[in-house]
């Protein structure tokens, strides 16, 4: 099994108890894992960004995704769980496969649903693209 694990998160508190899930993983497993924390930003729609500077939106988009990892990246750091953390502009589920894909993950370990809409209400939109999109193993955890 590759130890790279890719875990999603956007401060939602499904995508905490996939936190949860990595945490527990990774002390039961011993073998060495490598986990990837990472946040997708939206952008931001082209008429705002029209009048917005490039390094504006760029921080923007730092700490907006800077606020959705801190309390994935305080669980993970109180459990002693070394991690990388990535903060992506873009669509969200096409930008996680791609990312999992170019980081050559082993697995994409996410909650259910996330801050979205009620539209994937039972399972959440992203999480579904997710699975549609990626031939990796998807851990969806409730």
């Known amino acids: 099994m590759n130890p790279r694990w890719l875990l999603p998160v956007d401060g939602s508190l499904p995508a905490l108890r996939a936190v949860d899930h ?10 060495e894992l490598e ?24 921080d923007y988009h730092r700490e907006t995704g800077d606020a959705a990892l801190a309390s ?26 791609d990312f999992a894909r170019e980081h050559d993950c082993g697995q994409i370990i996410m909650g259910a649903r996330g801050l979205g ?5 039972l399972l959440g939109s992203v ?13 969806v955890i409730k």
């Open 22 to 31: 990595v945490i527990a993983e990774a002390l039961a497993t011993p073998q």
């Open 35 to 58: 986990v990837l924390l990472l946040n997708v930003q939206h952008p931001l729609p082209s008429d705002i960004s029209r009048f917005v500077s490039a390094d504006v939106i760029h």
């Open 72 to 97: 994935a990246r305080a669980q993970l750091h109180a459990a002693g769980i070394g991690h990388a953390e990535h903060v992506l502009v873009g669509e969200v589920a096409p930008t996680i496969v």
């Open 117 to 121: 809409t009620v539209a994937g209400l």
């Open 127 to 139: 999480t579904q693209r997710v699975i549609h999109l990626t031939d990796l193993p998807v851990v």
